[in-house]
């Protein structure tokens, strides 16, 4: 198992919390996986194996469980009393009305609840409301560039990659853990799978879509558009005029189910002067580089729009909240709002070119306050600061702890 110790260190720090702990994320981005190295965890710290429950409900040997009444009095049939008992269930959202279950089990004071969802929806509604204040989400990614390359350098004769050469195979072969345990050739065929899985099940199920070549149009044209600023009418008329009819509230269902799958991001636009979000325009990125080659063919592609993804959910799991900053007519790549305050990024392949410097250094230029402001590109050159501007290298801030 490839080691998620951000993740893990957040589990445990809610341990024994009187809170519902969610993870949440795309699927087959490790959910399952951090289930266990967090019940390793536990049991290295002396709970017994009788006060952990684990239930995966895409696991058919508990298909009788996805009745919520089935599945609660299961649960509670096991619990050890005088001792807290650990209950993970694992996709929840395939149990129609779970919320009941995990409510009665939350009111109990010897259980500690852990639940993961492929699907935002499970997070909304009259259960949301419900236990306002009462559970934490953790959102969980596909592997960072920094666990990637943790893993790939340990493994025999990748050890001695270089930076650039793990970044190539990162965005082009994915960051989907399971792709590191296969070989190159298998990989398109697993990611097909993924690809299969998260649009007939958590889109075209959910969404009750008919029209399923149109959707993977607009996916397709997604993925071939992360990084650049576009509206639901933009994408209505551009598809429309290639050939490919819609309308504009068929392509707002897809791009709202597409996102409550985490396949797809939205960044909105922050106007920095103004201090507020702005309702045009905005940007789309894919949970993962790689799926972007399997839906487009190739691995020819828009460099600079590829890093700029890498970087945007970089900063997701740092940072609560990252934007697209608008400072007058220019642009700043994202706004980052963290614990730390907010700080600035612009994303370039290469600033050798006087040129492209001046023109990446002119949006961050325009902001007069003091918050930190940053340079990210691919030049292995030394540290730099232009008039407070800090240029780093991109990869190597990728490998940097938070």
């Known amino acids: 198992m490839i080691e998620r110790p951000a993740y893990l260190e957040k589990l445990l720090g809610f341990r024994d919390k009187h809170l519902i702990k969610i993870v949440t994320g795309v699927r087959r981005c490790g959910k399952s996986t951090l289930f266990e190295l967090y019940q390793n965890e536990l049991a290295g710290q002396g709970v017994g194996a009788e006060q952990i429950q684990s239930v995966n409900f895409e696991d058919p040997e508990y298909l009788e469980l996805l009745d919520w009444k089935k599945l609660y009095a ?18 929840v959202q395939n149990v ?10 939350f009111v109990r004071k010897n259980v500690d609840l852990y639940l993961t969802g492929s699907n935002s929806k499970m997070l909304s509604g009259t259960w949301a409301t419900l236990l306002s204040g009462r559970y934490v989400e953790i959102h969980l990614f596909p592997l960072s560039f920094k666990e990637y390359v943790s893993y790939m350098r340990a493994q025999p004769g990748v050890g001695t990659f270089e930076l650039d050469r793990l970044y190539a195979r990162y965005t082009g072969y994915s960051g989907f853990p399971y792709v590191t345990q296969l070989d190159e050739s298998l990989i398109r065929d697993y990611l097909s ?77 922050y106007d920095v ?24 063919g190739g691995r020819e592609g828009d460099s600079g729009h590829i890093l700029e993804n890498v970087v945007y959910l970089e900063l997701l799991r740092r940072c609560p909240r990252v934007f697209i900053g608008k400072v007058g007519e220019k642009e700043v790549d994202f706004v980052a709002e963290g614990s730390q305050g907010t700080e600035y990024y612009q994303v370039s392949d290469t600033v050798r070119d006087k040129t492209t410097l ?37 990869l190597e801030w990728l490998l940097k702890t938070p």
């Open 96 to 105: 129609p009305d779970f919320q009941k279950a995990a409510d009665g089990l």
């Open 273 to 296: 002067k103004g201090k507020k979000l702005l309702k045009t325009l905005n940007k789309y990125y894919l949970v993962d580089a790689g799926l972007r080659y399997f839906l487009l």
């Open 193 to 269: 799978g993924i690809y299969s899985t998260i649009v007939l099940k958590d889109v075209v199920e959910n969404k009750r879509i008919r029209d399923v070549g149109r959707l993977e149009s607009v996916i397709r044209f997604m993925a071939g558009s992360i990084g650049s600023e576009t509206s639901i009418n933009n994408i209505a008329k551009t598809m429309t005029a290639d050939g490919r009819k819609i309308d504009t509230h068929a392509v707002e269902d897809y791009l709202d189910a597409l996102r409550d799958s985490y396949i797809l991001y939205r960044a909105d636009r």
């Open 358 to 394: 001046a023109r990446e250094l002119a949006p961050l230029d325009a902001i007069r306050d003091h918050n930190p402001k940053f340079l990210l590109t691919r030049d292995y050159d030394p540290p730099a600061s232009h008039n407070g501007i800090k240029q780093l290298n991109v």
């Open 74 to 91: 299961h649960i509670t049939g096991r619990l050890v009393p005088d001792k807290t008992n650990y209950i993970f269930l694992d996709e």
